[in-house]
Every structure is written in structure tokens, then in C-alpha cells.
């Protein structure tokens, strides 16, 4: 190596970090006036005790990585480097290709140079990284945990002493006891006094701005969810109010999408809550994730159980059939639609109806319209049209399957058609048009003819039987007079 070259690599260095000078962000307290004040002695508290250490916005952390690794092997150790220069070179150790926290030696010196003297700025940024860089099976992060555990007191800023003091900076333990304290205030909240919900909690440990959605914080969520299925409102309404910003509707922690799903849809895996528990829970994983039905939407659901997303199907399943009744019900004569309808609630009822799929006419489709503007339910807008609508537009058509077969209830004057799921003609359940052939054509079909006297029904149901072997009784089908 040229004698130079060291010189070279500390004065790219300190060129970069001359270059934000303007932009650097150092840790201070602005007093108020009347420091008598609540509110200003509030707010003082707040800067004081907050991990609010972020890089300058003009900071390119891979350029500043690649000037920082030129450093070390120029020079082997940071001695040199002022407190502004480490704390801005802190930001780029996990930036890069290669990263600098990965070198060997060099995540050790810089952490010998940067805790052995007492730069609160510099600690505070460190700090910021543990819960920014988190990962409980990272060697790297409880490195930094423990060295900045370790420090001594006269070091430590007022951020770190509350980080230890809430047990934070133990990688493995750390995000549980965080979600344990939450989930203390939380109960405190659920007794009846000041409500602490878990974003004011995080503020009052000074994780605050986007440390909200760090890695750490993220770990902490599923530790809560873990901890706490919801099977109440109170949990519920923490756990969603904590997972999505209510501003922009994302979902803070994707990382945490498996124990979400099981603190939301666990406690229903055999058993159903009322009807209003169901739509909310249905409208919140539609808008946070999409409806499971559909490949599009496999990102959102594929990191949760099979049995969890079978739960949402499920009552995404009565959902339709409930929708179709309904609407279609509205363009129906009375008479008949009440057998229809006491018909296919008994097989829904029963669980035989492992999914379902509307497709809507054009009154049907605009009736879904009306009653998701005044309902706020997200189901109604899960059903498709014809790409070319039938002459009558009242028509629709509900799509089922129950075992092997595919079933296709058609609304007025059809009929009831039925395929084997291998057939070719076999339509396929959530597409978003048909065409009104695709849904004929069956190699079995039933008009609705002497409904009253149980006709259409009693073949309907032992061509059920015969397939797939689901038995139903006509007094389950029956129309209560």
C-alpha cells in the first residue's frame, strides 16, 4: 500500500462527512420559557428521554460504507475520527456491499473508539441502530447490546438508562418485556382509567417517529400477540389499532403477519363470533391484505397457518352465499325464494359449503354497490359480473363447491347445475367476469320446479349424497312456516 494511501481514505472520509455538516443532527434541549408549566416540563421530558437519533436526510449511508471500510484498511482503527465523523459513519455500518459490520475487526474498533468517550450524540445514534438493525439472532446486534449495557454510567444518556431500565437491551428477552409492559397499561386501560394505548406506551419509552415501525418494535408486536389472542374487544381494538396507521392504512410490521393472524383468528378456529366480530375482523385482513380466495393476493396471506386462512374462507364463504340470498332475493317472487333460501342455509349452515363465489347481473351488481356504500362491509364488493350481461337483468348465479363437485344455483328461471371439479367445462370459482355459457352446459342439471313440495330439492340433495356423500335431511331444509 502507498504511504498516501491512508491519508487518501481519512480525507475521503472526512470529505463526506464535511459534506453534512449543514445537515448533521446533534442531540439537544430546547427550554421553554415557563419551565413552571406542565406541558413544558412535559415536553422537555420527552426530548430528554427519546431515541429520536436519525441520519441527516442528505446522508448516502453505501457511499459513506464504502469510505468507511477504505478507512479501516488504510488505518486499522478510528482513533482519528472527531464525534461528528463516528456518528455519521455509525449510520452507514449496515449499508453497503459489503456491509462494514460485517468485516472482521472492524464492527469491534469502531465500537472501542466510539464508547470510549463520553459522545452522547454518538451513543444515542448507536442506540437508534440496535432497534433500527434489530435481529434477535444477529451476533452483530447483541454485540452492540451488550456493549452499550455495559457502559458506565456517567456515559450513558438518559435514552440508554431507559432502555436498560425496561430490560430492552437484551436481544433474546428484550421485545418481550417491552410487550409486556404494554400489555400492563393495557390492562390498566381495560380497568377503566386513563386509556395507554400502545403507540403512547412506545412514546413514554422514547420510542417515538419511525422507531414505532423498527424491527424491534415489530418483534414486540408479535411477542404481544402472542401473549394475547383476541377474544375481546378490548384486545381486538388494541391489536388493530397498533398493527395498521390509521393515516396511510399500512400495515406497520409485515414481519409479524403470522402472529397477527393468530391473535385475531385463532380464538375462532372451531367456532364463529357473532355476526358484527366477523365483518370487522373480515373488513380489517380484506383491507390489510386482500381476500385469501385470490392468487393475486397470496403475498399478504402466505407466511399465516393454512388454518387461519381457512377461518377467513370461511366466513368469506357465508358471506356470499348470504349476499347472493339476499340481493338476489330482493328481484325474487317470495314464494319461491324462501325454499331456495332455507335450501342452501342448511347446507351452508352445516359447513358443506367449503367455498362460494357471486357472480352478479347488473341489478345485482349495483344493489352490492348501494349496500357497501351504506354498510362499510367489504364483502359485498367480493363478487364478479358478466363480461356480457344476460337480456334479463336480474340474473346471477352462486357459485359452490361441496367436496368434488362445483355447483351453480342460478337465480330466475334457471336451474341448479352441477359438475365434478375435473370436469372440463368445469367453471372456476373467483374469476372476475363470466360469460353466462360458461355457466351452463353441466353434465347434471335441475329446474326448480314443485319447490313446495320439496321436489327439486329432495334430487338436488341426493345427487349430492351420491357424489360426495353429504347427507341432509329434508326436515334441515325445510321452510319454517
Request: hydrophobic share 40%; charged share 25%.
Amino acid at each position: 500500500m502507498s504511504d498516501k494511501a491512508p491519508a487518501r481514505a481519512a480525507a475521503g472520509l472526512r470529505a463526506s462527512v464535511g459534506r453534512l455538516h449543514q445537515a448533521r443532527h446533534t442531540w439537544t434541549v430546547e427550554r421553554p420559557a415557563k419551565l413552571a408549566s406542565r406541558q413544558a416540563r412535559h415536553d422537555i421530558e420527552r426530548r430528554f428521554n427519546a431515541v429520536d437519533a436519525a441520519p441527516p436526510e442528505s446522508l448516502d449511508p453505501a457511499a459513506m460504507a464504502a469510505r468507511l471500510l477504505a478507512f479501516y484498511t488504510a488505518h486499522g482503527r478510528f482513533d482519528e475520527l472527531a464525534p461528528r465523523e463516528t456518528r455519521l459513519a455509525a449510520w452507514s455500518l449496515w449499508s453497503g456491499d459489503p456491509r462494514p459490520v460485517d468485516q472482521p475487526g472492524l464492527f469491534e474498533a469502531f465500537l472501542d473508539h466510539a464508547l470510549a468517550r463520553p459522545w452522547w450524540s454518538v451513543v444515542k445514534a448507536l442506540l437508534a441502530l440496535y432497534f433500527r438493525q434489530f435481529d434477535p439472532d444477529s451476533e452483530a446486534v447483541r454485540q452492540l447490546a451488550q456493549r452499550l449495557a455495559t457502559l458506565p454510567k456517567r456515559r450513558q444518556p438518559p435514552a440508554l438508562r431507559q432502555a436498560i431500565a425496561f430490560g430492552l437491551l437484551t436481544p433474546r428477552d428484550g421485545p418481550a418485556a417491552l410487550a409486556g409492559y404494554i400489555a400492563g397499561c393495557v390492562d390498566v386501560d381495560r380497568a377503566g382509567s386513563d386509556p395507554s394505548p400502545p403507540l403512547a406506551v412506545l412514546d413514554a419509552v422514547g420510542l417515538r417517529g419511525d422507531l414505532r415501525v423498527c424491527p424491534f418494535v415489530g418483534h414486540a408486536f408479535a411477542a404481544f400477540c402472542a401473549a394475547h389472542p383476541a377474544d375481546d374487544a378490548p384486545l381486538r381494538n388494541t391489536i388493530t389499532a397498533w398493527a395498521v396507521d390509521e393515516k396511510t392504512g399500512r400495515e406497520r410490521y409485515a414481519m409479524a403477519r403470522p402472529a397477527l393472524a393468530r391473535a385475531l383468528l385463532g380464538p375462532y378456529r372451531d367456532g364463529d363470533p357473532e355476526q358484527c366480530v366477523r365483518q370487522g375482523l373480515t373488513d380489517f385482513f380484506i383491507g390489510l391484505w386482500g381476500d385469501p380466495r385470490f392468487a393475486k393476493n397470496d403475498a399478504g396471506w402466505r407466511s399465516v397457518d393454512d388454518s387461519l386462512r381457512d377461518v377467513m374462507r370461511r366466513w368469506l364463504t357465508r358471506a356470499s352465499v348470504r349476499q347472493f340470498l339476499d340481493i338476489v332475493g330482493q328481484d325474487a317472487e317470495e314464494h319461491m325464494w324462501i325454499y331456495r333460501r332455507a335450501f342452501w342455509t342448511a347446507y351452508m349452515d352445516a359447513g358443506h359449503i367449503t367455498d362460494a363465489w357471486v357472480v352478479f347481473g347488473d341489478n345485482g351488481a349495483e344493489r352490492a354497490r348501494q349496500s357497501a356504500r351504506q354498510t362499510g362491509d367489504k364483502s359485498f364488493r367480493q363478487h364478479a359480473t358478466f363480461s356480457k350481461p344476460p337480456q334479463d337483468k336480474r340474473q346471477s348465479v352462486l357459485l359452490m363447491r361441496m367436496g368434488d363437485l362445483t355447483i351453480a344455483e342460478w337465480s330466475h328461471n334457471g336451474s341448479v347445475r352441477i359438475w365434478h371439479r375435473n370436469d372440463p367445462g368445469a367453471p372456476r370459482l373467483y374469476q372476475g367476469g363470466y360469460r353466462a355459457s360458461e355457466l351452463r352446459g353441466a353434465p347434471w342439471e335441475k329446474r326448480h320446479t314443485g319447490a313446495e313440495h320439496y321436489n327439486w330439492q329432495f334430487e338436488v340433495a341426493a345427487k349430492i349424497q351420491e357424489e360426495v356423500g353429504i347427507w341432509m335431511s329434508q326436515s334441515a331444509y325445510q321452510v319454517k312456516k
